[in-house]
């Protein structure tokens, strides 16, 4: 029964870094890569971990299996947010049929602070007749 | 037995996704994109080194999974850093 658990976990985990990287060369861009790197091949590596605890079935194996599987699924979105925030400043081109970047005016180039909304667009809140705060990073001294 | 057989299978596909992630690694056409292509790799040696664990019955090869992701979330890191570094000066 666990060797069956285990066999679907290893093939389920193999597919989904298969999956990873198929993603990684077909993509068209940047951002729209890194999220099949970040997500599924973190999935399909927790997969295969877990496989290898459901088949030692020890103790120690299992928390040391569980402690890769946290530790990956803690440190993935870091050095994801790293590497799309970095590649946003050194300007890495979007896919030509983007809709819309919601994250352009609203860092500052130079410091590589958020700033506020950028002026051109509008308060998409205001109809509600409330007011609406503006980003308090603005003025804050950071 | 199961297991083997699955051990055997989702060698062969981690294999031919360590080469497409390879492909992308050689053709990305700026540096982030190669960066998330070595991690991708990092990711997906884990996961070989997990299958090779199972495969030989030699738990021990799990301390390698977790200095190997330990030194591709450092590395990925750092590239970043770099990066930004660079776009900034």
Not at chain 1, 16 to 44: E, N, Y
Request: hydrophobic share 55%.
């Amino acid at each position: 029964m666990s060797d069956m658990i285990s066999a679907l976990f290893l093939v389920i985990g193999a597919a989904f870094m298969l999956l990873a990287a198929v993603g990684v060369v077909r993509m068209p861009d940047l951002f729209t890569r890194m999220q099949t790197t970040t997500k599924s091949a973190t999935l399909g590596a927790g997969c295969t971990l877990l496989a290898a605890a459901v088949y030692f079935g020890d103790l120690s194996i299992t928390a040391r299996a569980l402690a890769v599987i946290t530790f990956l699924f803690l440190t993935a979105p870091v050095a994801a947010h790293m590497i799309a925030r970095a590649a946003y400043f050194i300007g890495v081109p979007l896919w030509n049929r983007t809709i819309i970047d919601e994250l352009r005016g609203h860092y500052d180039l130079r410091t590589h602070k958020l700033i506020g909304h950028p002026p051109h667009r509008s308060n998409h809140k205001a109809h509600l007749g409330k007011e609406v705060k503006q980003n308090p990073a603005e003025d804050r001294d950071r | 037995m199961l297991v083997t057989e699955a051990t055997i299978l989702a060698l062969a596909m981690l294999s031919v996704a360590l080469f497409l992630a390879l492909v992308r690694l050689a053709r990305g056409p700026s540096l982030p994109d190669q960066v998330i292509a070595l991690d991708l790799m990092g990711t997906i040696a884990v996961g070989i080194i997990t299958v090779y664990a199972i495969a030989t019955q030699q738990p021990v090869f799990l301390d390698v999974a977790i200095v190997l992701a330990l030194i591709a979330f450092l590395g990925t890191v750092a590239f970043a850093r770099y990066v930004e570094k660079r776009a900034s000066s």
